[in-house]
């Protein structure tokens, strides 16, 4: 194809034909039929007349992780690769990221956000491409193929074709690591932007990035620091999960600008509560002299991790929210009907008994529905599980058993409410060494964090505070008054409840 843009027509009506087609022989899509009516008949049945606040997003991000499960049923050689998912603003350079790595100009980098497409880049023996459209057909490409979709017809015919892919994978030989898969994600843009798309909403680019093992997130140097709506977005990210920073175009700033550069992102993202495991500067026109060496250091520690499949994760946060919401309901329930049983207790005039039984029986009633909608809960989870298991066996995804998944430790811990059982227990008073730490740690404890996978995190992190408040009672330190004191028991909590945390 020539580098002009004039296009054959005979090219032309070959790729267009190709985009379009509908295989009404594919089975790889049609295997999820059973699981997608469990989330859209059975868990709506559920839900239908009493649903979390934010049921629409909790069941949008549920079909979303099914539509990524799909990705690894379509293309095999996604599985058994960690993702690492390239996120940032629309337009901050990680296409270019990408070809500057792999040494190859593989992905077009001028591209529209309505036709930008989700696509994946991993090893394979030589440059190619499949393209799944939104009818679930797969279509071979190659590299005029990507680039005229999302640019090349726009440009010369302003007529866009990208809408029509739902994702591209691409092999390349380039690839500096073999068991790790880049997504590189359209980006994310706010509705006033002019940059904004369906493609870019910030709500799709958030479940991408959360559906990945490892994060890149792109800030560009000429900014001079990253800006607060990619510090708001990142704090609304799986904190599980490890993120780098790599600010790009470092060649537009002069060394000492660059140094003063990663000093102030690196001030400004702690003071918000986020440790990125590196900040890395980086150039696409120059990768070897900015960030190439730490960029694929980084890349092939986690390409020596063992494989570990997100999708029980992402399905038991989604489905733990709407358990959250009907056992604290619950749980309210039963407190009110705790406060009428000890009211009827206390009264002897008649109108007041005849309301607070009216009251008990519907709270009763309340209750019975609550309990039903958790049993019902835990069956649809179960069966669900059970089918997506059965799917995973079929095509080679490494998914552990469906009682394994149903007791996954995928749970929500608060720091201060640890501290407050450990006073309780020990019977320590409100004053003193503990409320002195107790008021400097609030907004760390204040913070629900999420600790995914098994026990150990809570356990660890739980064991971390005993200790602290163990050696504060043991030395008998008085750290009112003293800032010495005060400030190293303060740091090394917070440093270890960090290191646990990221």
């Given amino acids: 194809m020539e580098e002009n843009n004039q296009f054959d027509s005979k090219y032309v009506l070959n790729l267009v034909s190709k985009i379009v087609a509908i295989n009404t022989q594919n089975t790889k899509s049609k295997i999820l039929t059973g699981i997608k009516k469990i989330l859209n008949e059975d868990l709506l049945q559920i839900v239908d007349n009493y649903a979390p606040h934010n049921f629409n997003e909790i069941h949008s991000r549920l079909l979303y992780t099914l539509e990524k499960f799909k990705d690894f049923i379509i293309f095999s050689k996604l599985i058994g690769k960690n993702t690492v998912a390239l996120g940032g603003a629309f337009s901050s350079g990680k296409s270019s990221f990408i070809n500057s790595l792999i040494k190859q100009k593989l992905l077009p980098a001028e591209i529209d956000p309505s036709t930008s497409v989700p696509t994946y880049v991993m090893y394979g023996d030589n440059n190619r491409a499949i393209g799944i459209n939104i009818f679930d057909n797969e279509l071979e490409l190659n590299y005029d193929d990507l680039k005229n979709i999302t640019h090349g017809f726009s440009k010369e015919y302003n007529i866009n074709f990208g809408h029509l892919l739902e994702t591209i994978f691409v092999e390349t030989e380039g690839m500096p690591v073999r068991n790790i898969s880049f997504l590189d994600t359209p980006g994310y843009s706010k509705p006033e932007s002019g940059n904004y798309s369906q493609r870019t909403d910030e709500h799709i680019a958030r479940k991408q990035l959360n559906s990945a093992n490892y994060i890149l997130w792109f800030v560009s140097a000429e900014d001079g620091t990253i800006t607060n709506d990619d510090i708001e977005f990142i704090k609304t990210l799986n904190k599980e999960i490890p993120i780098a920073i790599i600010v790009n175009k470092c060649d537009k700033r002069k060394e000492e600008e660059v140094k003063n550069i990663l000093g102030h992102i690196k001030e400004t993202l702690e003071n918000k509560g986020i440790f990125p495991v590196d900040i ?66 206390l009264t002897d005039n008649a109108e007041t008994i005849s309301n607070l039984n009216f009251i008990k029986n519907d709270i009763t009633i309340s209750i019975q529905s609550l309990k039903q909608k958790i049993r019902k809960l835990k069956d649809m989870q179960n069966k669900f599980f059970m089918e997506l298991k059965a799917i995973g066996d079929e095509y080679g995804i490494k998914l552990p058993e469906p009682s394994q998944m149903e007791f996954l430790d995928v749970g929500k811990i608060n720091l201060r409410n640890v501290l407050k059982d450990y006073k309780k227990n020990n019977n320590i008073k409100d004053e003193g060494s503990y409320h002195l730490l107790l008021n400097n740690l609030s907004n760390l404890f204040d913070n629900n964090y999420t600790l995914l996978g098994t026990n150990k995190h809570k356990k660890k992190l739980v064991n971390l505070l005993k200790d602290e408040l163990n050696k504060i009672e043991k030395e008998n330190l008085n750290i009112v008054g003293n800032k010495k004191h005060k400030n190293i028991i303060i740091e090394t909590i917070t440093h270890s409840i960090r290191e646990i945390i990221n």
């Fill in 280 to 345: 890395i500067p980086y150039s696409c026109r120059y990768p070897d002299k900015f960030g190439r060496k730490r960029v694929e250091d980084l890349l092939q520690g986690w390409d020596r991790e063992n494989y570990e499949s997100t999708f029980p994760r992402d399905f038991k946060l989604s489905f733990l929210e709407c358990y959250d919401f009907y056992q604290e309901k619950l749980m309210e329930e039963e407190k009110r009907l705790h406060w009428v049983n000890v009211t009827l207790t």
